[in-house]
């Protein structure tokens, strides 16, 4: 087993008498890209600002690298890259003095500073832009900035805060595959993320949170196959209330969700289940046959959506 880098026994968070995190234990090991997967007001970026030493625990115990954020909290600041939600970054600067800038903060010699700037900037695609102002910059580049400025310290451990929210689908994609070349050098990662298709494909480890709390742990693939079947069947009907036409469907796969919207039937195989719903004669104005994913593991086990 790989050392254990962040350790939380009980940990939880008061903000006077709201209950932000409540007593949640986790442990994340160097090498691994641990999720805390949930929506907004679930307590990730609560526990984020305790890992990071920037936000004191309430009670339970926290330590990351052994110290213990109360008492140590320049020493593991010093050893961290964060992004936070918002990029933070000197918008009148250019790409490359944002870099320089903030490598100083961490009184890193010219001589080591330059050739890290030149490798981040190749590693963050954003040679071509060295120059430019960061005002100019898309959203897209601004976050793989963040991330470069992060990696500055050649930090142990990089916390990434919502690394995606607000970009389109292509500046998404073009970020997971930074984030999973970090991933291949050995990097330590966290990461929070409310997009289920962003904790499968980045993560070996996560935990689903809601209401402050952990309700589930382990690698995407296990979740999956604990709350869940190998594909899902979508119907739509032309009803104004699924849910008073669920029982039609009871029976056809292993569990039954209902959406404003539409009928979820977990199932061993999708288009056997479709067969079987119009062998009931129910024929469904709109279908989709779908793998099962973490949104399915959300559902079951909080009962809602993660956009709800």
Known sequence: MSEILVEARGLTKL???????????FEIRRG????????????????????GATSPASAGSLTVFGLDPATDGRAIRARLGVVPQEDMLDEELTVTDNLIIYGRYFDLPRSVLRPRVEELLAFAQLTEKRDARVE??????????????ALVSDPELV????????????????????LYRLKQRGATLIITTHYMDEAEQLCDRLVVMDGGRIVDEGSPADLIARHATPEVLEIRLNV????????????????????????????????????AVRDRGIIPAASVKRRASLEDVFLHLTGRTLVD
């Open 240 to 275: 104004d209330d699924h849910a008073e036409h669920a029982s039609q469907v009871e029976g056809i796969g292993a569990r039954v969700e209902v959406l404003a919207d539409r009928i979820l039937l977990y199932v061993e195989h999708a288009d056997t289940a479709l067969l």
């Open 136 to 149: 100019s910059l898309s959203g897209g580049m601004k976050r793989r900035l963040a991330i470069a400025r």
């Open 32 to 51: 691994e890209v641990f999720g805390f997967l949930g929506p907004n007001g679930a307590g990730k970026s609560s526990t984020m600002r305790m890992i």
């Open 159 to 178: 916390i990434l805060d919502e690394p995606t929210t607000g970009l389109d689908p292509q500046a998404r994609h073009t970020l997971w595959d930074r």
């Open 15 to 25: 903000f006077d008498d709201f209950v932000a995190v409540e007593a949640i234990d």
